[in-house]
């Protein structure tokens, strides 16, 4: 912003509270019987309203320039004592304002207190609100309270840098391309990184491409036996919910265990909005937590510790208020517009979209710029406004375009916090996942998923529609932070699905998984074709599915595509005039055979089709812009990491969690030591692009 906007800004809203603060007093000489803006004779409107603005200039002026002196020269009272004194001290800065205005201004010393007291608290109303946009204000705001707290709590000066991981949810690798690209870029305090200090990486994620699957292997090392975003376990005969706070604790210590770690921010560490806590100690808003009760695992004190403050809780409440009403617009308007694809956005959605795209990104910002004004070795946070926006308005949608703005403006907030940091920062920005574009599967087929299994298993197939809930992560975020129960509504997926009720179906954006509980082993191949002959069939050959995984007795793990052509994983060998993983890329084989090994795989697996030219799913949800499975973007994540840091990879492709998980871990410990200050070289593995050349 050019120096000349931001004086113009400031002196607007000096303009403006001095108004709010005459029509103020005003309105309290019209109703306070002791306090008076006119001569004994009486004046003109005009000359009370110029009274009044005098007075509530000098009152202004006399707070600006004199309070701090006075609290200064208190900082010896007892805090009580203090507290009692503000609003004598303000009645005598009122009654000295009105005494510059000769035989007009007049109020007796009880009034002025009372007086004094409504004009500051109008006033201070009025500047917080017109601050709700003014990121600098809000930054400053927050670096003086920082500086306030290194002062008290003794914060040293380090040279060692700290790191900060910025996970910006469901942004995928093209999308991000294509908003730092050209002259005036979408993001551009993203675009000045890669054009001059970072390089931009893209990783590969693995089959279950979502943000439980993906975050539990970067922050722990390990996302094995993680199948999808639900899936049914039949030894225990639940249905595991990753977004469900116990189930995200259970998925942790399964991680813990098999990586033999804490995590990623063991030392020193803090995670903010995530799933799990990475071994931190410092937590807010960390989904693994919430539901426990001790002093070192209070995840909900991050929504506290931020709504403590009153104008952060003005700001973010008018900004709440804004985004509902953002959303209805815009849902009315792409209903006007009949655009398609088009999915529902009614019900509580304006509120989660709300709750996604500013409650939770203000706290999770508001304690990233306190971890880092503060020291902290390293802090992993996650922003999950475009994952949810995208669900519903599509990956590239007007809507989506107008959060990725937000977002950028989040990254440069923080960006320039570390300007007053104890300690230089590195920044990495990175993403757990994409999303694909497409028509939901119901909407292109006129069934779901559901159906289709139950017809082929020769039972009745429902008339009403099921629908699975979606905004994943905003929606357990939003439940944890209303102390809500885990199950809420019939909507949602049940816990104990009754063992003879026919088959569980499950999705998880383009991925199904279809299990029998009934069986309580893993069926074979060979099983299901002899007790539900027509499913397999009826799932392969049918055109909104890519491919199927089975388990065959013969051959091991095996992929059934279209018109009987399939892939034994375990052999690599091909039947039929064509391979159904062909469509998903080179990498498709390997991350399929890898799920195929986990105990807790589905009978069935189910992957949509993908179109080979526009990269479109249909997603198995009520989701346009999904992700969970394989094909299209949604399987493209990015890394913007540091040129001082090493290259991700020196060759080849960066591919799947566990792996981005121990690049994280090879630059937290070059950060201890000392590490690289030039870039390696990166082969595929990165790409270090001018502004001009991005996108």
């Not at 902290?376 to 007007?398: F, I, M, N």
């Amino acid at each position: 912003m050019p120096p000349w906007r931001g004086v113009g800004s400031a002196v607007l809203r000096v303009l403006a509270v001095w108004a709010v603060s005459t029509v103020t007093m005003l309105l309290l000489a019209g109703g306070l019987p002791d306090f008076r803006l006119q001569s004994e004779h009486g004046d003109s409107a005009t000359r009370t309203a110029i009274t009044a603005a005098l007075g509530a200039g000098a009152f202004g002026l006399l707070s600006a320039l004199v309070w701090p002196l006075l609290v200064r020269a208190l900082l010896l009272v007892p805090a009580l004592v203090l507290g009692l004194l503000v609003f004598f001290l303000n009645g005598s800065l009122l009654w000295v304002a009105l005494s510059l205005i000769p035989e007009r201004g007049e109020a007796g010393p009880e009034t002025a207190v009372v007086v004094a007291a409504v004009m500051s608290a109008a006033s201070s109303t009025t500047s917080t609100l017109l601050t709700v946009r003014d990121d600098g204000a809000y930054r400053r705001r927050l670096a003086r309270l920082a500086d306030r707290r290194r002062r008290r709590e003794g914060t040293r000066t380090e040279d060692t840098p700290g790191t900060v991981f910025l996970q910006l949810d469901g942004v995928g690798h093209g999308v991000l391309r294509e908003a730092v690209a050209g002259p005036e870029p979408l993001m551009p305090a993203v675009a000045a990184l890669c054009g001059t200090t970072h390089r931009l990486t893209r990783w590969r994620t693995d089959w279950s491409s979502q943000t439980a699957a993906s975050q539990l292997g970067i922050l722990h090392g390990s996302n094995e036996d993680v199948p999808a975003f639900r899936w049914y376990e039949k030894e225990t005969g639940e249905v595991v919910v990753s977004n469900r706070p116990t189930a995200a604790a259970e998925l942790q210590r399964r991680a813990v265990a098999r990586a033999g770690d804490l995590g990623l921010l063991a030392t020193d560490g803090a995670s903010r909005g995530n799933l799990f806590s990475g071994g931190a100690r410092q937590l807010a808003l960390v989904l693994s937590v919430s539901a426990r009760r001790g002093r070192t695992t209070r995840s909900r004190a991050g929504y506290f510790a931020y709504f403590s403050d009153p104008a952060n809780a003005t700001r973010t409440a008018v900004s709440f208020v804004a985004e509902v009403f953002r959303e209805l617009a815009q849902a009315l308007r792409a209903r006007l517009r009949k655009e398609r694809p088009r999915v529902s956005r009614g019900g509580l959605y304006p509120f989660l979209r709300a709750f996604a795209t500013v409650v939770e990104r203000d706290v999770v910002v508001a304690a990233v710029i306190g971890d880092v004004l503060n020291g902290r070795t390293a802090v992993y946070a996650d922003l999950v406004a475009y994952d949810e926006v995208a669900h519903h308005s599509g990956p590239r949608g007007r809507d989506t375009r107008q959060v990725l703005r937000r977002l950028d403006r989040a990254v440069a907030l923080i960006t320039k916090a570390a300007d007053h940091a104890p300690r230089p920062y590195r920044l990495v920005l990175l993403s757990d996942h994409g999303q694909s574009a497409g028509e939901t599967f119901l909407s292109a087929y006129g069934l779901t998923l559901e159906d289709l299994v139950r017809a082929g298993c020769g039972l009745p197939v429902s008339r009403r529609a099921s629908r699975t809930p979606s905004g994943a992560e905003a929606r357990a975020a939003a439940r944890a932070a209303l102390h809500r129960p885990e199950e809420g509504g019939p909507e949602q997926t049940p816990r104990r699905p009754a063992r003879g009720a026919g088959p569980v179906v499950l999705a998880s954006g383009n991925l199904g998984l279809i299990s029998f509980p009934a069986v309580r082993y893993r069926m074979s191949r060979e099983e299901i074709e002899r007790r539900h002959p027509a499913l397999l069939p009826a799932l392969a050959d049918h055109p909104g599915v890519g491919f199927l995984l089975v388990h065959s007795e013969l051959h091991g793990p095996v992929v059934i595509g279209a018109h009987g052509c399939e892939v034994r994983l375990a052999t690599g060998e091909r039947v039929g005039d064509h391979d159904p993983l062909e469509p998903f890329g080179p990498g498709a084989e390997a991350t399929v055979r890898r799920t195929a090994d986990f105990p807790h795989a589905a009978d069935i697996m189910v992957n949509s089709r993908v179109d080979p030219d526009t990269g479109e799913v249909h997603a198995f949800e009520e989701q346009i812009g999904s992700h969970g499975g394989l094909g299209g973007e949604q399987n493209e994540a990015f890394l913007l990491s540091p040129l001082r840091l090493s290259a991700p990879v020196t060759s080849g492709e960066l591919v799947g969690a566990e792996q981005v998980h121990r690049v994280l871990r090879r630059w937290l410990r070059e950060a201890r030591t000392g590490g690289p200050r030039a870039p390696r070289p990166s082969g595929r593995g990165g790409d270090r692009l001018p502004p001009e050349r991005v996108g």
